[in-house]
């Protein structure tokens, strides 16, 4: 038999297929802290719970697309920086049937972070050696499903990242501050950093360039504008 008649004659009825969806860590650094968007869902299970935007990926669609078209459906947004983060594929992770998500950070900077009128914006709550936690007007919400542990993965996994990958520039304007820079920084360790050092190892990382501008609305001396280059 060659692959042409197996595949002609294969039983895909012949093992049991798990469904298979993704889920968003929509992200940004607001105010000085980070934060997520969450939606309370209206359907059994975890009714009236707070839960990570995420969907259904199609028989026809990739991952990749499927994450898109949760951010166009469940945020109105498109062009945050998509990322997978990790596959959760626990048994019974879903208490209706055998479901496998995809997890992905969504990184946006906070300007069109706030756009988003159809999720809330909860606070994360990470102390650097604890476990995320997510908060509403200051209160802790509890997450549906193991989206606690998606959103706790997704902070380890952003500070880890900081200094090689371009996960910080994500959340900032195309150009800005090193202040604004060490800020997003700061936020995303849960500490502050060294003022002098941290800008001296940007600077010389060649990871940044001066563009030459100076922000505008300052009260005092306008800081210099920069911008991200490279890969990294």
């Known amino acids: ?31 000085g802290a980070p934060a997520v968007l969450l939606h309370r869902r209206r359907d059994h299970p975890f009714a009236g719970s707070w839960a990570l935007p995420g969907g259904f ?10 994450a898109r078209r949760v951010l166009v459906d469940k945020a109105q947004m498109d062009g945050a920086y998509l990322e997978q983060l990790y596959t959760f594929g626990a048994v019974e992770r879903d208490p209706r049937m055998r479901i496998v998500s995809t997890a992905y950070f969504a990184l946006l ?7 988003a009128a159809a999720l809330a914006l909860a606070q994360i709550d990470r102390p650097e050696d604890g476990t995320a936690t997510a908060s509403i007007a200051g209160e802790p919400v509890p997450l549906a499903f193991d989206h606690a542990a998606m959103l706790d993965l997704a902070i380890r996994r ?8 371009p996960v910080a520039f994500a959340l900032l304007p195309e150009r800005f501050t090193l202040r604004a820079l060490q800020d997003v920084h700061e936020a995303i360790l849960g500490r502050p950093l060294n003022k002098p050092a941290f800008r001296r190892r940007l600077i010389d ?28």
């Open 57 to 66: 990926v199609g028989i026809g669609e990739s991952l990749d697309d499927a």
């Open 109 to 115: 900077p906070a300007e069109r972070f706030m756009t």
């Open 1 to 31: 038999m060659d692959e042409a008649a197996f595949l002609d004659s294969y039983d895909p009825d012949r093992f049991e297929r798990p469904s298979l969806a993704v889920d968003l860590i929509l992200t940004s650094v607001v105010n």
């Open 205 to 232: 990382s060649g990871r940044i360039a001066a563009t030459g501008e100076r922000e505008t609305g300052a009260s005092f001396r306008p800081a210099e504008l920069y911008r991200h280059v490279g890969q990294g």
């Open 158 to 165: 952003l500070r880890g990242k900081l200094d090689w990958s």
